[in-house]
């Protein structure tokens, strides 16, 4: 039984490490295109064939707005059904 | 209170900076707009990585995780053997 134990844990931390893995590339690739998008993008001539692999710059401001309008709604969804959940289990 | 003020002042102070970037136009104006939503959405990204690097360097010790469970083993047969029943195994 113990040495089940033990490879269970070796394989719940592969796991925990191959799912931080995964979200620090996905942040340090948000970030990186996010940069380029805003800041280095506008300095290149707007015939440049690298403008075709990026949306055009109003999304730029509406993706992350729409983003966080749709964190908090999900945020307030969630504590209402979980305060609607503690209500009716008291009652 | 207190604590409220002082975010409060740190937002006030934020906000005048980059109202006057804004009017002297040190950086040009088109990016100066972009500025606040870049540096929100650049926060996210720092927490984001954070976390992803807090989970791969999440310490396991394995020489506690044995220990405890001898000592799960040892304390289900004391009690075994006091006619309590630890139930499943």
């Known amino acids: 039984m113990l040495q089940s134990a033990k490879s269970n844990k070796r394989t719940m931390e592969s796991a925990d490490r191959a799912v931080g893995f ?5 942040s340090l690739s948000i970030f990186s295109y996010y940069t380029f998008w805003v800041i280095a993008l506008p300095l290149f001539y707007t015939d440049h064939f690298v403008h075709k692999y ?7 401001i509406l993706i992350p707005v729409f983003a966080g309008v749709a964190l908090i709604c999900f945020l307030c969804m969630f504590i209402g059904y979980v305060m609607l959940k503690s209500k009716k289990k008291k009652a | 209170m207190k604590h409220i003020v002082k975010i409060l002042a740190v937002v006030v102070a934020i906000s005048a900076s980059w109202l ?7 950086v040009s104006q088109d990016y100066t707009w ?30 506690e995780a044995l220990l405890l469970q001898e000592d799960i083993l040892e304390a ?13 195994d």
Request: net charge positive; aromatic share 12%; charged share 10%.
């Open chain 1, 22 to 26: 995964l979200l620090s590339l996905l």
């Open chain 1, 54 to 60: 990026f949306l055009p710059r109003e999304y730029a």
């Open chain 2, 20 to 26: 006057g970037l804004l009017q002297t136009s040190i």
């Open chain 2, 34 to 63: 972009l500025l606040p939503i870049y540096f929100i959405v650049s926060l996210g990204c720092y927490g984001l990585f954070m976390v992803g690097i807090g989970l791969m360097q999440f310490p396991t010790c394995p020489q």
């Open chain 2, 76 to 88: 289900k047969d004391f009690l075994k053997q006091r006619g309590v029943d630890v139930g499943s």
